[in-house]
């Protein structure tokens, strides 16, 4: 049993360091905001709050400004 922890604690800490070195490489934590995301803009896809504002009749707010991008 002991075994197992040890192994599932050295796997989790592997794939921490993995996604540190990640960002430390890049020099910034990767934006993942949908209204920021081209390949996504060029498919036309977009936050539900920024599509919620438009069947509210709020055409005037400009992509995902609500999720926060």
């Given at each position: 049993?002991?075994?197992?922890?040890?192994?599932?604690?050295?796997?989790?800490?592997?794939?921490?360091?993995?996604?540190?070195?990640?960002?430390i490489?890049?020099?910034?934590?990767?934006?993942?905001?949908?209204?920021?995301?081209?390949?996504?803009k060029?498919?036309?896809?977009?936050?539900?709050?920024?599509?919620?504002?438009?069947?509210?009749?709020?055409?005037?707010?400009?992509?995902?400004?609500?999720?926060?991008?």
């Amino acid at each position: 049993m002991l075994h197992l922890f040890l192994i599932a604690t050295l796997l989790v800490a592997i794939a921490t360091a993995g996604l540190a070195v990640g960002v430390i490489v890049r020099g910034k934590f990767p934006n993942r905001h949908i209204g920021h995301n081209p390949e996504l803009k060029k498919r036309g896809i977009t936050c539900a709050k920024n599509d919620s504002a438009y069947c509210q009749g709020r055409p005037e707010l400009d992509a995902c400004k609500g999720c926060g991008g």
